[in-house]
């Protein structure tokens, strides 16, 4: 990095660097890296250097640890258990907050235990080992460092750092309560809560995911705003909290009269109550790593002192957790700190030329943070936040106060409530202007550049950064390259540039790329369309309607309520003119149904119905509901199996193209649709449930569609779509299109046919 290095020690990055390499290979090929290490090892002492012998050395022992943890996660009973899929009975300890999600019926709950002992084919052993429990409602409350029994069937997990997961678990029996320390944690931590009990939702949230990375009901559209705009690590556990909190605590000891060693004692009993609120999780010990860097930092001699501790620091942590090494957050957190300590000091001092030095620190800080991580974050979402700079800027003056009043409102609310709540009030407020630059700034055309994930696209992207991080340093010392800089960057983001060919003139039906859910466009009119279902990501579907350039949607259709046709409607709902929103007669899942019903009434809309064989014109589009009948139950098991044959179907016609639009239909529903839909022609289908091998294939194949659409995500743990179904459509004479390969797709009319444009 030339000059950007300049006067650091790279011996402990070097070190660092040859660890992190070797964790990730052992992961990766396990065992055949040995060759390599016994390779540097060789290497080293013929050329009798110092450095490169302790580079082999870590290298080494971060091989040996990662083997170890490796084997001994899956090379034990519980391990053998979920090879074979045994039904076992476990008691450990709790060692994470459950968090519920969405599954694919209902919602349930995760956490990881940490086992003590498994009994499965008669057998019982003792052991520690962690597993991943999912179980129902009642897991909610089992406490953190509470010792609990259950049962369920054990299956292998993905990765190495968990032994099994422990599927369908049954209720908890709480055999012994969190030891004192973790009591005291959730006392502050519902503290925190409670001082902020009376704000709107948004801050209400954000202010305990701010101060301890509790982000239980944070808003999934907010959330995205939040990744949109680089603010995301403020939803999260991340070295900046700790600074905050431990660098405020440090200050109130220095007005105490603390000094000398007291007053490392005293940051280190923060550092330590800190990780207990936050959680000792793999991350949150990362992330208190790094904060404790950031306050190194801060004193005499801490950059160069600080690029040395970061070596350190990533080869400790490499040796207590070997799976960090493949974790996104790891990385960005690294990085992040690497580009503070290496990159910010040159920027600083080339603005500070022209700049009031605390403005040029200012910009220099996050700008570093975020050009060190875009390749990451870019591997990660396929998108290059071009705001997250400005964003952070803009929130800088109030994410100190927000987290030192949030903490301080938790623990006086313990005391006096209605103090707590007057410190909850002002860290409210603070976070108020935080979600009003998130929102603003990923309203923005420009607010992200959609980039790609491919190892060509990061390669050119890694090549772009490494180049600003050679010329900025010389670019910022003057003022006119600066603010040329900056006017770029505002009419990037501010003016919204066009995609060449997309979308094609003429489209009339859109399929976006949303993972594994639907998300459909019908269009309306110039700038308006039709929006069945809507994914289960709520930036991705915004995204896709941006690119559209759909800004009214005078009706938007969920034909069920799953989560992954569902749960992005915010996205929809998010700055856009919405007419009406219609459902299905089957009100299940509850999870799902009151969701949409609180999304719904934020936006001023009132769900409806969906009118069974009413033919309505919107705009350039007709459409006719085709099913479920208006005499069918509209009762459901309350767990969403019965969902999707309930799913609205809907026949619609844009300038003579037909379109059949199925949800996730099962056969029992496509059976008895077929017999009204008798010699049915239409030009494009949306095939039922993602191209699930569960269809009824006589209806499927006798739509003669032109075109068949099959939306769904990449590597998906369902199987879709079935290669059975998409043989019998493609030799029915339908040309296949499907989102994990095609990304989105449009249908435009041609002649007597339709061609299809995919991006």
């Not at 100190?400 to 609310?413: E, F, M, N, S, Y």
């Amino acid at each position: 990095m030339g000059g950007a290095v300049a006067g650091h020690d790279l011996r402990m990055p070097a070190l660092a660097a040859a660890g992190w390499l070797t964790g990730i290979a052992a992961h990766q090929v396990g065992g055949w890296v040995w060759p390599a290490v016994a390779a540097a090892g060789v290497l080293a002492a013929t050329r009798r250097s110092p450095t490169l012998v302790a580079v082999a050395m870590v290298a080494a022992a971060v091989a040996a640890s990662t083997l170890l943890r490796v084997q001994a996660v899956s090379d034990n009973p519980v391990g053998t258990l979920a090879h074979d899929r045994a039904a076992a009975t476990v008691t450990g300890t709790v060692a994470s907050d459950p968090r519920p999600v969405a599954g694919r019926f209902a919602e349930q709950v995760v956490l990881r235990l940490e086992v003590r002992t498994v009994t499965g084919r008669g057998r019982t052993h003792r052991l520690a080992t962690p597993v991943l429990v999912i179980g129902g409602e009642t897991w909610r409350h089992a406490a953190l460092g509470a010792t609990v029994t259950t049962s369920g069937v054990l299956v292998p997990a993905d990765g190495h750092d968990l032994a099994g997961v422990l599927t369908s678990a049954r209720d908890p029996a709480v055999r012994a309560p969190p030891d004192a320390w973790w009591r005291g944690a959730a006392t502050v931590r519902a503290g925190i809560r409670d001082a902020v009990a009376h704000r709107p939702d948004d801050q209400r949230a954000l202010v305990p995911a701010l101060v301890d990375g509790d982000d239980a009901g944070l808003d999934p559209g907010l959330a995205d705003d939040f990744r949109t705009t680089g603010l995301t690590h403020l939803t999260a556990v991340s070295g900046t909290n700790l600074t905050l909190v431990v660098g405020f605590l440090l200050l109130l000891a220095r007005w105490c009269g603390v000094r000398g060693r007291w007053l490392l004692l005293v940051g280190a009993l923060g550092i330590v109550g800190f990780v207990l609120l936050a959680r000792t999780e793999p991350s949150v010990l990362r992330a208190a790593v790094m904060g404790a860097i950031g306050l190194v930092a801060m004193g005499v001699d801490g950059r160069r002192r600080a690029f040395r501790a970061l070596g350190v620091a990533v080869v400790v942590l490499l040796l207590v957790q070997p799976g960090l090494a493949m974790t996104a957050g790891f990385a960005l957190s690294v990085l992040a700190t690497a580009g503070i300590v290496v990159l910010a000091p040159p920027w600083r001092d080339a603005l500070a030329r022209w700049l009031p030095r605390w403005m040029a620190e200012a910009v220099a800080v996050p700008a570093a943070a975020q050009l060190a991580c875009t390749p990451v974050v870019a591997g990660l979402s396929g998108q290059v936040s071009l705001v997250a700079v400005v964003a952070n800027l803009a929130v800088a003056p109030v994410v100190g106060p927000a987290t030192v009043l949030g903490l301080a409102g938790g623990l006086v609310t313990l005391v006096h409530p209605p103090s707590g709540r007057l410190l909850g009030t002002g860290a409210a407020w603070c976070v108020g202007w935080i979600v009003a630059v998130a929102r603003r700034g990923a309203d923005l055309p420009g607010a992200a550049l959609d980039w790609g994930s491919g190892i060509v696209a990061l390669a050119v992207l890694t090549a772009l950064c490494v180049g600003l991080v050679l010329v900025l340093p010389r670019a910022l010392r003057h003022p006119a390259p600066g603010a040329a800089l900056l006017v770029l960057l505002v009419l990037v983001v501010t003016v919204r540039l066009p995609t060449p060919g997309w979308p094609a003139d003429g489209w009339v039906l859109a399929m976006c790329d949303v993972g594994q859910g639907d998300a459909l466009v019908v269009r309306a009119g110039a700038s308006a369309g039709i929006v069945v279902d809507a994914g289960p990501d709520a930036g991705a579907v915004d995204a896709c309607l941006d690119r559209l350039e759909v800004d009214e949607v005078p009706l938007v259709v969920l034909t069920h309520f799953h989560a992954d046709h569902v749960d992005g409607l915010s996205g929809v709902l998010d700055g856009r003119r919405v007419g009406a929103l219609e459902t299905t007669r089957m009100l299940d899942p509850p999870g799902g149904v009151a969701q949409v019903g609180e999304q719904a009434a934020a936006a001023g809309l009132v769900p409806q119905l969906a009118p069974y064989g009413v033919t309505r014109t919107l705009g350039a589009a007709t459409l006719q509901v085709l099913w479920p009948p208006s005499d069918r139950t509209e009762v459901g098991a309350a767990d969403g199996s019965r969902a999707n044959d309930a799913s609205v179907v809907l026949l619609v016609e844009v300038r003579g193209v037909r379109v059949l639009l199925t949800g996730d239909l099962e056969p029992e529903g496509q059976a008895a649709l077929r017999d009204t839909l008798a010699r049915l022609d239409v030009d494009v289908l949306k095939v039922p449930h993602h191209g699930s091998r569960y269809q009824d294939l006589e209806l499927l194949t006798s739509l003669d569609a032109e075109v068949a659409l099959v939306s769904v995500g990449a590597d998906n743990d369902y199987g879709h779509p079935a290669e059975v179904v998409l043989e019998a459509l493609s030799a029915g004479g339908s040309e296949v299109l499907r989102t994990d390969t095609d990304g989105d797709v449009l249908v435009v009319p041609d002649g007597d046919g339709v061609w299809v444009a995919t991006r």
